[in-house]
């Protein structure tokens, strides 16, 4: 069983930046892929960006260039660093995490791009 907690989400006018963070406890396996979706009101929910426990990293075009994905030392943290953010940006943002057949995901937290 693994359980995820997020933190950093919030509102931020068009062309500001924020920062999401994911903490992952429990059972980690050693080989893991750890990342972030998203979903807007009435969207399916869609990749935002992923990184493996090797480093390899995985955008959606529509936020490369703009969202850096990383993860700590221990490899149980991943951040997700939001810049010039804008109003198509506002979703639900979630956290995953994939090992194996293991599947888990976080409860979310709101991200409002707004002026």
């Known amino acids: 069983q693994v359980h995820l907690v997020e933190s950093g989400g919030g509102s931020v006018q068009p062309g500001g930046s924020l920062r999401l963070s994911c903490a992952a406890s429990?059972?980690?396996?050693?080989?893991?892929?750890m990342g972030w979706y998203r979903q807007a009101p009435g969207d399916l929910r869609e990749m935002v960006a992923a990184?493996?426990?090797?480093?390899?990293?995985l955008y959606a075009d529509s936020v490369k260039g703009r969202f850096s994905v990383s993860r700590d030392v221990a490899k149980t943290t991943v951040h997700l660093q939001m810049d010039t953010l804008n109003p198509e940006d506002t979703a639900v943002y979630y956290c995953?995490?994939?090992?194996?057949?293991?599947?888990?995901w976080g409860p979310g937290t709101q991200v409002t791009v707004s002026s």
């Open positions: 995953n995490y994939k090992a194996g057949w293991d599947d888990y």
């Open positions: 429990g059972t980690i396996s050693g080989i893991n892929a």
């Open positions: 990184i493996t426990t090797g480093g390899s990293t």
